[in-house]
């Protein structure tokens, strides 16, 4: 499986972006894709995440009413708008599919739940 994301970059605070992951390879099987994001010296954070047939969502309490994650099954990608973009959303955004079923959790959180990650995309958003 390759994941690839584009359309990070530099944006003023309040502003917007489009994050895009194309996957390929073992598509059939994806459960979830999720994005998570670290910034520099800080752990990995969950963004949000999606279920890949109902596409049912999640996201975290710090991005919830301004990101959104959707997907397009026919392209095999996942995206993530961000919007009123804040200088403590600048980090590498990552996303990554799963392909396993896990008790319990409908909603993939954690890293252990994702097989494959993509290489990131840098965020800046300046004040």
């Known amino acids: 499986v390759q994941l690839v994301e584009s359309g990070g970059g530099l944006v003023q605070a309040g502003g917007s972006l489009r994050l895009s992951c194309a996957a390929s390879g073992r598509t059939f099987s994806i459960v979830a894709m999720g994005w998570f994001r670290q910034a520099p010296g800080k752990e990995r954070e969950f963004v949000a995440t999606i279920r890949w047939r109902s596409g049912s969502t999640y996201v975290a309490d710090s991005v919830k009413g301004r990101f959104t994650i959707s997907r397009d099954n026919a392209k095999n990608t996942v995206y993530l708008q961000m919007n009123s973009l804040k200088p403590e959303d600048t980090a590498v955004y990552y996303c990554?599919?799963?392909?396993?079923?896990?008790?319990?959790?409908?909603?993939?959180?954690?890293?252990?739940?994702?097989?494959?990650w993509g290489q990131g995309t840098q965020v800046t958003v300046s004040s």
């Open positions: 990554a599919d799963a392909h396993n079923v896990y008790s319990g959790s409908y909603y993939y959180v954690q890293p252990l739940h994702y097989d494959y």
